[in-house]
């Protein structure tokens, strides 16, 4: 499995941006598949997953993000809106091919597979 994350840029506090994570090879609508993110000198952080098409998020993000998928294209999406400059930081997504339980879904250890990160800058 392949995964390209595109949609990073540089945007205004307040401002929003939509991430897509395109998988190929062999992907798969089960599973899980989330989205992390590393800021400068800090640790890779969870963001959001979806199983099926329920998602689950960090508390940080809730009521901000949203992710979604189409899965007849592959992708999951990460929707984010009112964004702040603590949001900076290169997004990356990760997938796996099993059913995780809720408390799984934040470690980064659980997920297989990775794309490439795309940077997210959100100027104050």
């Known amino acids: 499995v392949q995964l390209q994350a595109s949609g990073g840029g540089l945007v205004q506090a307040g401002g929003s941006l939509r991430l897509s994570c395109v998988a190929s090879?062999?992907?798969?609508?089960?599973?899980?598949t989330a989205w992390f993110r590393q800021a400068p000198g800090k640790e890779r952080q969870f963001v959001a997953s979806i199983r099926w098409n329920v998602g689950t998020y960090a508390t940080s993000v809730r009521g901000r993000f949203t992710i979604s998928r189409d899965n007849a294209k592959n992708t999951v999406y990460l929707q984010m809106n009112s964004l702040k400059p603590e949001d900076t930081a290169v997004y990356y997504c990760a997938t796996v091919p099993r059913n995780l339980i809720v408390s799984q879904m934040s470690v980064a250890e659980e997920y297989d597979y990775w794309g490439k990160g795309t940077l997210v800058t959100v100027s104050s």
């Open positions: 090879g062999r992907a798969s609508s089960s599973g899980v």
